[in-house]
């Protein structure tokens, strides 16, 4: 029993049903345009996030959905919107990413650095209901420095400060 099914459960059910092959083939078909979702302005979230000390992140920047609708930013989009939530509080941005590769790490980091933003990785594996192997960082198969994910660091320095000024 499931307290909170979503999308992806019900994409199983559809492949268990014989409705296609992958999760990700019967989200595409089915899911994508029917299921609506609730969002708020990145603008508010950010800075409550900034008012609130959380670290926030934008999760691959490039790529997003939106109403389940797939959207993809230009590097010139990305830009603007990262300058805006830069200005607001935002910390950083995902650059390892299963689905990016050498020109999207560019990029991503390229804008980060411009906006004094840090580095995260993730492969986005959701279990058995994605096709994406857990902690791939990209799609060119390269093997990825943890220097290069700056908020390890920043992470790690902020654990130390608040261990510090308990004593």
């Known amino acids: 029993q499931m307290e909170n099914p979503g999308r992806v459960h019900i994409a199983k059910v559809l492949l268990e049903m014989g409705k296609g092959n992958k999760i990700s083939e019967v989200l595409s078909k089915y899911l994508y345009h029917t299921v609506e979702i609730a969002s708020m302005p990145a603008e508010y979230v950010v800075t409550e996030l900034a008012k609130s000390g959380i670290t926030s992140v934008i999760a691959h920047p490039l790529c997003s959905r939106t109403g389940g609708r797939p959207i993809i930013l230009t590097p010139e989009e990305l830009r603007k919107n990262v300058e805006l939530l830069s200005s607001l509080g935002l910390n950083g941005l995902e650059c390892f990413y299963s689905d ?8 991503i980091s390229s804008i980060a650095k411009d906006n004094n933003l840090l580095l995260s990785a993730g492969s986005d594996f959701h279990g058995n209901f994605k096709d994406v192997e857990l902690g791939k960082l990209s799609n060119d198969n390269k093997k990825i420095n943890l220097n290069e994910i700056t908020i390890l660091n920043n992470l790690i320095e902020n654990e130390n400060q608040k261990v510090k000024s308990q004593f």
């Open 100 to 107: 990016y590769g050498s020109c999207e790490r560019e990029i």
